[in-house]
């Protein structure tokens, strides 16, 4: 059953994008403008202060103090309508806006003039008691109505002694409805600004990516076959530059892997069609039943040869297949290279015999390897094999073992026919024969032989290297890290 959040797929990179920046846009804006707002209120209500301040100076300049009776002048014009009641009811009519907020007070707090829009004020009780103990106060108080309004309350001292309070007010409702309309367009804007953003954001993904859909493009058409393509690679140094390097890289080991196995087909199918054909054709002559038995002796012989050689090639090229997957598990045991290497020579001779090719071993001490013997062995064979092969009669083949304190060393030389220095570089490629008419006419040769001994060095982390000269002869030298003989648990 397919749960209902199973079907809503996660929305692409380039809207997870385009969500993201206008998030960040989103909360830019606000912080911008919550700043923009309180900056611009501070600064309004800052400067209606000093226009309080000034005011309540004028209005002081007015104001004298005659032996406790304190006489007021109408400096500012804002005392007019002003008397000295001292009840709180608000003229009805009155337009508090537009009405100036005046209050004079004698050292008792007694009202000595009050304007009619002040009237309408509830005040904190602070805003008296504080000047009346001879500092100033400011701060926003509410009319009864529910506005809001900047009142300045000031001492007025004489030789240090306060006989009178001066309170100016100013209404807030012009800097509110200007901060009201600046918060509106705000609104009206950010809207825009964000819808921009998405726009924006969404191109540039788009524009961002377009790099990536090449890549794809022709990923796909590599998938289709063509390993010959190769993305495009950008110039600037960054992820996608990287991510097409690799890709390529990829594609040419891809490549190069699948040359390498479509060529070892058709050599493994060439090379195993030869055998199979001249079985055919020898059986094929015995059936016409007109061979003497010396005939058929012979014809039996040779089909025998040919299905040995088969058996040859197949196991080789079974052990070079289980080699390619990994599936082949190494003994882990000590062996003696020198007890191995002299079993192969002795084992050896009588074929060195046969060639009229003088045989040697020189062992200059014993030493211990840590390997698979069985594949060691085969891998001795194969080489010393090839020196026989190689060489013709009255020609000498050499094997020696040295050591060095952390490696075997193990050196086949023969003074046969030698590699051509264009041929050295590939002789330990699968069926790779530098000089195809002797192994044909030698009989076993499988083209095989150092491409195993080579994979067997090297699984058992030893390395194999090959130095000759045409017609002066040819060496080949193994080296294997060696163990500790009297313990012989560990490489040195
Ligand atoms: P093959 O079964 O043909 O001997 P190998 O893989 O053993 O295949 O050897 C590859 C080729 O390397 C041979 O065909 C031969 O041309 C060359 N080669 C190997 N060993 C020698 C050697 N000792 N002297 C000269 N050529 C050699």
Known sequence: MIRPFQRIRPPGIRI?????????????????DIVLYTQLRTTLITSLNTALQLRSQQIASGIANNGGTI??????????NSDTTTSDMPDASLDIEFGTFVRILNANGQPLRISPAFRTLVLPPISVTQP????????????????EVRLYSVPFTENGTTFAIIQVGESLTQVNTALHSLVLELLIIAPFILLLSAVGSYWLGTHAFAPMNRLIHTAQRIRAGDLQQRVPVPRAYDEVRALALTLNEMIEHLDQTFTRQRRFVAD?????????????????????KTLTIEEYEHTLDTINKEAERLGHLISDLLALARADERRVMLEQEAIRLDTLVEAVVANAEGLALERGVSLQLHVS??????????????????????ALLYTDAGGRVSVKIE??????????????????????????????????????????????????????????????????????????????????APSQSAFQ
């Open 132 to 147: 009346l103990h001879g500092s100033d106060w400011q701060g926003t108080v509410m009319t009864r109505g529910g506005q």
């Open 16 to 32: 997870q994008l385009m969500l993201w920046y206008t998030m960040v846009f989103a909360f830019l804006i606000l912080c911008s």
């Open 268 to 288: 493994a199918s060439h090379e195993l069609r030869t055998p199979v054909t001249a079985i055919r054709s020898m059986t094929e002559l015995a059936q016409l």
């Open 71 to 80: 006489t007021i002048q109408d400096v500012t014009g804002d005392l007019s």
């Open 365 to 386: 001490q014993s030493v211990t390897v840590l390997g698979d013997e069985a594949r060691l062995m085969q891998a001795v064979i194969n080489l010393l094999d090839n």
């Open 403 to 484: 050591a060095t304190s952390t490696y075997a060393l193990l050196t086949i030389s023969d003074t046969g026919i030698g590699i051509v220095p264009a041929h050295l570089p590939h002789i330990f490629e699968r069926f790779y024969r530098a000089d195809p008419a002797r192994t044909r006419k030698e009989g076993n040769s499988s083209g095989l032989g150092l491409a195993i001994v080579e994979w067997t060095i090297h699984a058992h982390k030893g390395t194999i290297a090959v130095e000759s000269q045409p017609g002066l002869g040819s060496t080949f030298i193994v080296r294997l890290p060696r163990v500790c």
